[in-house]
């Protein structure tokens, strides 16, 4: 299947930025308060996490195109159910369903865009893949006016027909031959290689940045006053800065290695975050915009390196687990990131306003990344 393809079907599932911009007006209209909103990332990033992992390691023995096939297929009729929920216990449904497909392709996309490519081709093809799963930073902007002319409900169906077109071009696409293993993945696999030292730094990244994720829509529409099609321009230039920075990533590690762009992808996201945890409601929006491009180029920067280190620690049987590895490991820190500042937030809200609880997110978040960044510094030091 050409690398194309998989990246039309990757970017079509990552374009769920768009309902980050929709979430004032969605809580709006289903009288869901800010706290609740988390559910709707929850019960979708802790499906897709868990199913990546399953649906690499099935399509190493299934067939990795039919599992992405299957995840678009999923995908299409999640966003059906999303478009006409009548209640935040439908969209949840809805995003169960969401979750099992986009996990389904996250997690054999990774194996098929490096199937066939020779070792020191990896970074670029992930850089590839992530690359165009950042162009989702359209979403946003799209979604905005969507939101605006349309309502909520609106960033579900414009989705559908891009979904099934995808499945289309992926049905009658040829399929590249991926190696395939039947020796189940085991503990030891994961201490192999810096596999767990990157998962353990994927998932603190991950988990970081959906600060931004969660709680900047908030600021931007309710603190800032912005309409959604302006906070949606805002929005967008943090994953544009990590589409951006992928295929730089991804270069940067096939010829100096790994931990130099790992490293510096970190510091440029705690950055971004730090910066963040301290605007308030007069902060000029070209600083505010720069910041949230600077943590977003950071994680991309960081996230093809990353990866790369996963896949090429696991053989060419074992990529469509690898792939899903990669994937559950950095979508458990947005479970869990999410959770957290969610109760954070909840509980700051009440003393010290949104805007105060804001700013101890970002910061708790900064400071997360910053004792990742040291963790990988103090490895890559050990190493050489």
Do not use: C
Request: proline residues 4%.
């Amino acid at each position: 299947m050409s690398r194309w393809v998989v990246a039309a079907g990757a970017l079509a599932v990552s374009l769920d930025s768009m309902m980050n911009i929709a979430f004032p007006a969605l809580a709006a209209a289903l009288a869901v308060p800010p706290e609740r909103v988390r559910w709707i990332i929850i019960f979708y990033v802790l499906t897709y996490a868990l199913t990546s992992f399953a649906g690499g390691a099935a399509a190493d023995r299934l067939g990795h195109a039919l599992v992405f096939r299957a995840g678009l297929a999923l995908s299409a009729l999640a966003f059906v159910m999303g478009g006409v929920a009548a209640g935040l216990g439908w969209l949840l449904v809805a995003r169960v369903v969401q979750g099992l497909g986009a996990g389904l392709v996250f997690g054999t996309a990774p194996a098929l865009v490096t199937a066939g490519a020779p070792a020191e081709m990896r970074g670029r093809r992930l850089g590839f893949l992530n690359g165009a799963m950042g162009l989702g930073a359209l979403g946003p902007l799209v979604a905005g006016f969507l939101v605006e002319s349309f309502g909520w409900r609106a960033v579900y169906h414009v989705r559908v027909p891009l979904a099934l077109g995808v499945l289309v071009w992926a049905a009658v696409a040829r399929s590249t031959p991926v190696v395939s293993e039947r020796t189940p993945v085991t503990l030891g696999d994961l201490a192999r290689g810096g596999v767990l030292k990157a998962s353990v730094l994927a998932f603190v990244a991950r988990g970081a940045i959906f600060a931004i994720w969660l709680l900047v829509p908030f600021y931007l529409v309710d603190t800032r006053g912005l309409a959604a099609s302006v906070g949606g321009i805002f929005f967008m230039l943090t994953p544009l800065g990590a589409a951006v920075a992928s295929p730089l990533g991804g270069r940067v590690a096939d010829r100096v290695g790994v931990s130099a762009p790992a490293v510096a992808g970190l510091a440029m996201e705690a950055a971004g975050l730090a910066f963040l945890g301290f605007v308030d409601g007069a902060t000029p929006l070209w600083l505010i915009g720069l910041a949230l491009f600077v943590a977003g180029f950071g994680i991309g920067f960081f996230e093809v390196p990353n990866m790369t280190t996963v896949m090429a620690a696991f053989p060419a049987g074992r990529q469509g687990a690898a792939g899903g590895l990669a994937f559950l490991t950095r979508t458990l820190g947005v479970v869990a990131g999410v959770a957290l500042l969610g109760e954070l937030v909840a509980a700051r809200s009440a003393t010290a306003g949104f805007l105060g609880a804001f700013e101890e997110s970002l910061r708790a978040s900064a400071l997360t990344v910053a004792a990742a960044f040291l963790f990988a510094l103090a490895g890559g030091r050990a190493r050489r």
